[in-house]
């Protein structure tokens, strides 16, 4: 696939290429190898490493992509710091099936898989070879430097979970495939022998092996064009210095193309798409201006994004140099980009300081959504900020309704007692967010921006806890203040289940007028007049469909329809929350759109709940039951597991 070029060559084609994106893979400028955390809160039950014994520090990746197959293998050569006793390093793995694992030399190590554990796949223990790796010169006294480094040949199974292979159909031009992953959470170990746990950082670089006349993009930087290697294959090399949580590590090929929005920022698309997307990301030179300007210098170099096919099972991923977006966030009106704050926003909080367990979802989520809303304040002006916390705040109020206050899923760090996966959404971001809002308003804006920036800048490229992240809150701006200490309530937030009573509330006067709309439906039945509707922001749509009463007759909803021209809105949200309105009152003419809608659209956000509300009345059972049994396969594995799940669908049957 790859041949071998020497360290010693590399400057020789940094200089060649004279190109300001090329980042060199000369080892020299690879980040330090990072802490990893030893306190109990730290520990991840979900990973089989033992990183205290034996760590990667680094992977190197030779893979093949074989849409054929559905398969990647190749090669993985990792950077190993043991311990002085340890004889064996433990990596994850989830399907993969290991042909051989070898030394530098070449020369065979034993290793083992063991035992499958459901959910979390099994251990891939090897042998540290005998020969450890020479201890540079110029390293420095206590530096650290790996000790060993082993190579495992292997081949991903077809049902591995991180990746999806879209058949042409899938996608916008219908005449290429298209593959695509998704590490986060535990999915990575399904195509990436290592240690698979955020704690433990790693930097990393690959040689990707893709059909003509498909472009791969991955979250490193592509080191200069790639190059072919037969008449139907090209070879695209990337490289990643900074230390990462290896969830973050993404690939994804298919028939696209490159825009540039700005100096730092591009977007990659299939070309039936790019126009669109491009014109929707149109702010995001500025966003990252604004992040910068909020909480510290942007660290990544480059920020690029890939909107994908619809089947993407998220809204997005903080794929570091690579966000994958979603195609459904294309309103036309920039009205959902949102989600770009969002993303970009993890380049801070999420990528540079990692929550060390996936219990603390909150530290990425929560501090991400609190950082997103501030970026679209600073973007799109306060007025459209404080809709949009006003929307996480009745998220966060109502999902606590619904779990009961006192439920272990509505705390934000997630208790020993349930799974971390268990906690519920709005726990992890509207909860964080509030939270957040709520200390930000007590502290004052000004001292708590200064503290936030220097968390990321104290922890840049490190494992962080939400016992950290108090600890350093009570030292820097508490200070020993019992009052402000009792104010804050800062153990009842990130320990408490349900929602404390300082909690920042939204301005009353954001939804003003839709709420004056609410109640004039509710209690005579006044439908907003057109121009009204049209007029309002999206959030404030939103809003009206959100507070609607839970039961409408078919009058109602066909009047609602025609009024407010809700099934041909361009925006996904709102059409989102019309169909699932609809459904949820067996409302037979809303069918075929949301047949065409749940064939199309595969983001789990959307797919899940509209199944619900099928599921839930013996009208829609049976419906449910015939659009699933023909748009299953389209799904992503994560998607189709929560439909399996609410439908009971038994897929052997
Ligand atoms: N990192 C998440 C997606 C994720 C979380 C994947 C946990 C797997 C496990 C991403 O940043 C995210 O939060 N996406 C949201 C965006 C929204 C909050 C703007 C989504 O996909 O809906
Ligand atoms: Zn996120």
């Known amino acids: 696939m790859r041949a071998y070029v020497s360290f010693l060559v590399l400057p020789f084609l940094f200089l060649l290429a004279g190109c300001g994106d090329l980042v060199s893979q000369d080892p020299d400028q690879r980040g330090e190898i990072a802490p990893i955390l030893t306190s109990e809160e730290a520990f991840d039950d979900q990973t089989f490493a033992k990183p205290q014994e034996a760590r990667v520090t680094h992977v190197d990746l030779d893979l093949a992509?074989?849409?054929?197959?559905?398969?990647?293998?190749?090669?993985?050569?990792?950077?190993?710091?043991?311990?002085?006793?340890?004889?064996?390093?433990?990596?994850?793995?989830?399907?993969?099936?290991?042909?051989?694992?070898?030394?530098?030399?070449?020369?065979?190590?034993?290793?083992?898989?063991?035992?499958?554990?459901?959910?979390?796949?099994?251990?891939?223990?090897?042998?540290?070879?005998?020969?450890?790796?020479?201890?540079?010169?110029?390293?420095?006294?206590?530096?650290?430097?790996?000790?060993?480094?082993?190579?495992?040949?292997?081949?991903?199974?077809?049902?591995?979970?991180a990746l999806q292979w879209l058949s042409p159909e899938q996608t916008a031009g219908s005449e290429h495939p298209f593959l695509f992953s998704q590490g986060q959470a535990i999915n990575n170990r399904t195509w990436i022998p290592t240690q698979d746990s955020p704690g433990i950082r790693q930097t990393w670089e690959a040689t990707i092996s893709a059909p003509e006349p498909l472009n791969v993009v991955m979250s490193g930087v592509l080191q200069g064009d790639p190059e072919a290697e037969d008449e139907n294959r090209r070879d695209f090399r990337f490289v990643m210095n900074n230390a990462v949580p290896p969830y973050l590590i993404a690939i994804a090929a298919g028939n696209i193309e490159f825009r540039e929005l700005g100096p730092r920022s591009g977007v990659w698309a299939e070309p039936e798409v790019i126009e669109a997307a491009a014109q929707e990301v149109g702010?995001?030179?500025?966003?990252?201006?604004?992040?910068?300007?909020?909480?510290?210098?942007?660290?990544?170099?480059?920020y690029d994004m890939i909107v994908l096919p619809p089947a993407f099972p998220y809204g997005g991923m903080e794929n570091p140099v690579m966000t994958f977006l979603t195609p459904t966030f294309i309103a036309g009106d920039r009205s959902n980009n949102g989600l770009v704050a969002h993303e970009l926003a993890h380049s801070w909080s999420g990528n540079l300081t990692t929550y060390s367990s996936w219990r603390d979802g909150w530290l990425n989520e929560g501090v991400t959504s609190y950082f997103e809303n501030r970026i679209v304040e600073a973007v799109y002006g306060k007025a459209r900020a404080e809709q949009e916390y006003a929307l996480s705040y009745a998220g966060l109020v109502?999902?606590?309704?619904?779990?009961?206050?006192?439920?272990?899923?509505?705390?934000?760090?997630?208790?020993?007692?349930?799974?971390?996966?268990?906690?519920?959404?709005?726990?992890?971001?509207?909860?964080?967010?509030?939270?957040?809002?709520?200390?930000?308003?007590?502290?004052?804006?000004?001292?708590?921006?200064?503290?936030?920036?220097?968390?990321?800048?104290?922890?840049?490229?490190?494992?962080?806890?939400?016992?950290?992240?108090?600890?350093?809150?009570?030292?820097?701006?508490?200070?020993?203040?019992?009052?402000?200490?009792?104010?804050?309530?800062l153990d009842e937030w990130v320990y408490g289940t349900g929602l404390p009573e300082n909690a920042w509330k939204p301005d009353a006067q954001a939804f003003a007028e839709v709420d004056g709309a609410v109640s004039a439906y509710a209690n005579e039945s006044t439908i907003p007049d057109t121009d009204a509707w049209r007029n309002w922001t999206a959030a404030e749509q939103r809003r009206f469909l959100e507070e609607l009463p839970q039961e409408l007759s078919a009058e109602q909803l066909a009047s609602l329809d025609a009024t407010l021209g809700l099934s041909q809105t361009n925006n996904n949200e709102v059409l989102f929350l019309w169909l699932e309105a609809a459904l949820r009152n067996e409302y037979g003419p809303a069918v075929p759109q949301a047949e065409r809608f749940l064939a199309r659209v595969g983001r789990n956000k959307f797919v899940s709940p509209l199944f619900t509300a099928l599921n839930e009345t013996n009208w829609g059972k049976p419906i449910a039951q015939r659009i699933y049994a023909e748009t299953r396969s389209s799904y992503h594995a994560y998607t189709r597991g929560n439909v399996d799940e609410t439908l009971q669908y038994d897929a052997a049957a």
């Open 65 to 161: 992509m074989d849409f054929d197959a559905k398969t990647i293998s190749g090669t993985a050569t990792l950077d190993i710091l043991a311990a002085d006793e340890a004889s064996e390093v433990i990596l994850d793995s989830n399907g993969l099936r290991v042909s051989a694992v070898t030394d530098q030399t070449g020369d065979a190590l034993e290793f083992a898989l063991g035992e499958t554990v459901e959910g979390k796949g099994e251990p891939l223990t090897i042998e540290l070879p005998a020969q450890e790796l020479e201890r540079s010169a110029d390293l420095a006294e206590g530096e650290l430097a790996p000790t060993h480094r082993i190579m495992v040949e292997y081949v991903s199974a077809p049902q591995a979970e």
């Open 283 to 302: 702010d995001t030179e500025e966003m990252i201006d604004a992040g910068i300007a909020l909480f510290g210098d942007y660290r990544w170099g480059r």
């Open 398 to 489: 109502g999902g606590i309704e619904d779990a009961g206050a006192d439920n272990p899923v509505t705390a934000m760090r997630s208790p020993n007692s349930i799974s971390p996966f268990d906690t519920r959404g709005f726990a992890i971001y509207d909860k964080g967010t509030v939270f957040l809002r709520t200390v930000e308003n007590i502290i004052g804006r000004e001292k708590f921006d200064a503290w936030l920036t220097e968390w990321f800048d104290a922890h840049a490229f490190e494992p962080v806890t939400s016992e950290m992240f108090l600890a350093d809150l009570r030292e820097k701006l508490i200070a020993g203040d019992a009052e402000l200490e009792n104010q804050l309530m």
